[in-house]
C-alpha cells in the first residue's frame, strides 16, 4: 500500500447523495486508476488517467465521475445515479500506461449506501 | 473479448506443500501477465510479471509463475506454502488498448488457505 492513500477507509452514506472518495499519490506517477471490487466478481475498472487533466471512462463509469487537476490527486465521486454503490473501491497508480507497467493499489474505502 | 480465467474459486494446502494457483488467458497479440495478491480488506500487491523471456518468472515472497503460451495459462507457485501465505489471489492481463494505453483484465480471484 505504500505510497497511496485513500481515505476515509469506511464511508457511510444514504441513497441519494452524492460521496467522493480521494485518492492521493507520492510516487510521482503519471497514471492512476479506479477499481471497484465485488465479492466473487475481481476487480472492474471505473476511470482511469494518462496524465493530468486527462481521463477515460473504464468498463463500469456509468454512475460515477473523476478529475484530475494534480498529478497526486485522483478522487472518485460516486453520483446517485450509480444504481448499486456499495462495494469496495480501489485506486491504483502506475509510472505511466504506455507499457504494461505494474500497478500500486492503495488501501481501499469500503463505501456502503442505505 | 479479451478475459482472464480463475477456474478455483479456492484452493485447500497444507503448510510445507507446494501450491498452484491456476489462470489462463484469452487475448490477441503478445500477452502481459500479473499476479497480486490481496490480504483482507487491504489493497492488492503485486507479486510478479510475465512480459517476455524466461517462461518462468520469480516474484516476491518465493512465488514464481510459469508462462506456458501453447495452454494459455499463467499457473502461480510455490515450492512450500506458508499459512501466511493465506490469501486472495489475482491473476490479470495487460493487453494494449485502442487509445494505446495498458490497463489491467483481472480474474475473478481465488482464495488460497494454507493449514497448519
Known amino acids: 500500500d505504500g505510497g497511496i492513500t485513500q481515505s476515509p477507509k469506511y464511508l457511510f452514506r444514504k441513497e441519494g447523495q452524492n460521496v467522493t472518495l480521494s485518492c492521493e499519490q507520492n510516487?510521482?506517477?503519471?497514471?492512476m486508476y479506479w477499481y471497484r471490487q465485488d465479492p466473487g466478481q475481481g476487480l472492474r475498472l471505473i476511470y482511469y488517467?494518462?496524465?493530468?487533466?486527462?481521463?477515460q471512462k473504464g468498463d463500469i463509469a456509468e454512475g460515477y465521475s473523476v478529475s484530475r487537476e494534480k498529478k497526486e490527486s485522483f478522487p472518485l465521486t460516486v453520483t446517485s445515479a450509480q444504481k448499486n454503490p456499495t462495494a469496495f473501491y480501489l485506486c491504483?497508480?502506475?509510472?505511466?500506461?504506455?507499457?504494461?507497467?505494474?500497478?500500486?493499489f492503495g488501501p481501499g474505502t469500503r463505501l456502503t449506501v442505505t | 473479448a479479451q478475459s482472464v480465467a480463475q477456474p478455483e474459486d479456492q484452493v485447500n494446502v497444507a503448510e510445507g506443500n507446494p501450491l498452484t494457483v491456476k489462470c489462463t488467458y484469452s487475448?490477441?497479440?503478445?500477452?502481459?501477465l500479473f499476479w497480486y495478491v490481496q490480504y483482507p480488506n487491504r489493497g492488492l500487491q503485486f507479486l510478479l510479471k510475465y512480459i517476455t523471456g524466461d517462461n518462468l518468472v520469480k516474484g516476491s515472497y518465493g512465488f514464481e509463475a510459469e508462462f506456458n503460451k501453447s495452454q494459455t495459462s499463467f499457473h502461480l507457485k510455490k515450492p512450500s506454502a506458508l499459512v501466511s501465505d493465506s490469501a486472495l489471489y489475482f491473476c490479470?492481463?495487460?493487453?494494449?488498448?485502442?487509445?494505446?494505453?495498458?490497463?489491467?483484465?483481472f480474474g475473478s480471484g481465488t482464495r488460497l488457505l494454507v493449514r497448519p
Open positions: 510516487l510521482n506517477h503519471d497514471a
Open positions: 490479470a492481463v495487460s493487453p494494449p488498448g485502442m487509445d494505446s494505453s495498458y490497463k489491467l483484465i
Open positions: 487475448v490477441s497479440g503478445n500477452p502481459y
Open positions: 491504483a497508480s502506475s509510472i505511466g500506461s504506455s507499457s504494461p507497467y505494474e500497478q500500486y
Open positions: 488517467s494518462q496524465i493530468v487533466n486527462d481521463f
